[in-house]
């Protein structure tokens, strides 16, 4: 899997939201927006796109530490047999309002659309930029 660098995903020109909103569990379990929400606000900068995904796929089957302590090269391979997608494709960009920032090395953070930090990363022109992808056709 490939981790972008020096990239910028605005939210989706479709977002229901104008405001970012903080993701909330569905019938009592953590979605996949809540869980990438958690990971990435309590610890921006610190995963790359691929280590976020399995993080999530991690917590998301609640698959035991020691678990995978013990096969974690076994649990990725399996993981990422098949492809997957970008911030891009996040809920959070799509729905919730959140614009995903990709740094020099490739690890994420992300910005609430009403922030001075999502506003100049949008102004930023050395920074390479990409919508969320849409909800529905266009």
């Given at each position: 899997m490939d981790?972008?660098?020096?990239?910028?995903?605005?939210?989706?020109?479709?977002?229901?939201?104008?405001?970012?909103?903080?993701?909330?569990?569905?019938?009592?379990k953590p979605?996949?927006?809540t869980i990438e929400y958690e990971?990435?606000?309590s610890k921006p900068y610190a995963y790359t796109l691929a280590e976020l995904k399995f993080a999530t796929?991690?917590?998301?089957?609640?698959?035991?530490?020691?678990?995978?302590k013990a096969h974690r090269q076994q649990l990725r391979d399996e993981f990422f047999?098949?492809?997957?997608?970008?911030?891009?494709?996040s809920p959070l960009t799509k729905q919730y309002g959140w614009g995903?920032?990709?740094?020099?090395r490739g690890r994420i953070a992300?910005?609430?659309?009403?922030s001075k930090e999502y506003q100049r990363f949008i102004k930023d022109e050395n920074i390479k930029k990409f919508?969320?992808?849409?909800s529905k056709r266009a």
């Amino acid at each position: 899997m490939d981790n972008p660098a020096n990239q910028f995903i605005e939210i989706a020109p479709d977002s229901p939201t104008k405001t970012a909103i903080v993701p909330q569990e569905k019938n009592g379990k953590p979605s996949i927006a809540t869980i990438e929400y958690e990971l990435l606000s309590s610890k921006p900068y610190a995963y790359t796109l691929a280590e976020l995904k399995f993080a999530t796929h991690v917590r998301r089957k609640h698959i035991p530490p020691a678990e995978v302590k013990a096969h974690r090269q076994q649990l990725r391979d399996e993981f990422f047999a098949r492809p997957y997608a970008c911030m891009r494709a996040s809920p959070l960009t799509k729905q919730y309002g959140w614009g995903a920032h990709y740094d020099e090395r490739g690890r994420i953070a992300i910005y609430p659309i009403e922030s001075k930090e999502y506003q100049r990363f949008i102004k930023d022109e050395n920074i390479k930029k990409f919508s969320a992808m849409r909800s529905k056709r266009a």
